[in-house]
C-alpha cells in the first residue's frame, strides 16, 4: 500500500506518450519515469491487451511540476471535459504567459477567467496566485471589483487585477 499522495490518470486515445512528453516539457521539476508497452505474448487476446497492437504504449508514468501522473492510451470510449481541470497557480504575468502560451499552441485554446484547453482536450486554469485572496477579501466592494475583472478577462491580467482590486 502506498501512502505518499494521488495520482492522476489521465486517458488518451494514442497519445499518451506525446502528451507526456509535451507536459514535461512544459513544466520545471519534470520528467518522463517509465513508459510501459501492451505485451507481446500471443496467448494474449487482443481484448485482454487493450485498445492498439502488441508492442504499443500502454501507460506512460511521469511527473509534471512535481505532480505525478499516468498517461493511459485507453482507446476513444472517454474524453476530457471541463468537470475537471488543473489549477497551474501564478506568482506574476511572467508565470501566466508563459503557461497560456505554451498550453494552448499548436491546437490548444483560450477561454474565460483563465481557462484554456490544450491540444488533447485537458482543461487548465491559469491563475494569478493572488486573486485567490483577492476574491475571498472580507470587503465585498474590493471580492466583486476583482471577480468582475475576471470575469472579463480570458488569459488573466495580474496588473488589471490589482488594480480592479485597489480601486483603480
Known amino acids: 500500500m502506498t501512502t505518499d499522495g494521488f495520482i492522476t490518470c489521465l486517458w488518451f486515445d494514442g497519445k499518451a506518450e506525446e502528451a507526456a512528453h509535451f507536459y514535461v516539457s512544459v513544466f520545471k521539476d519534470s520528467r518522463v519515469e517509465r513508459v510501459v508497452r501492451r505485451p507481446e505474448s500471443e496467448s494474449e487476446s487482443a481484448a485482454e491487451a487493450g485498445p492498439g497492437p502488441a508492442g504499443s504504449v500502454l501507460t506512460v508514468e511521469f511527473t509534471a ?8 492510451n485507453g482507446g476513444p470510449e472517454f474524453t476530457f471535459d471541463e ?5 497551474i497557480l501564478c506568482a506574476d504575468q511572467q508565470e501566466i504567459d508563459h503557461y497560456w502560451t505554451k498550453l494552448t499552441e499548436n491546437g490548444g485554446e ?4 483563465g481557462w484554456l484547453k490544450d491540444r488533447y482536450g485537458l482543461s487548465w486554469q491559469v491563475v494569478y496566485a493572488p486573486l485567490l485572496g483577492m476574491i475571498a477579501d472580507p470587503d465585498p466592494e474590493k471580492a466583486g471589483r476583482t471577480l468582475r475583472a475576471m ?9 488589471g487585477l490589482e488594480r480592479a482590486y485597489a480601486g483603480g
Open 65 to 72: 511540476n512535481g505532480q505525478r501522473f499516468v498517461a493511459l
Open 83 to 87: 468537470a475537471v481541470s488543473l489549477q
Open 151 to 159: 470575469q472579463g478577462m480570458g488569459r488573466l491580467d495580474a496588473a
Open 110 to 113: 483560450g477561454g474565460p477567467c
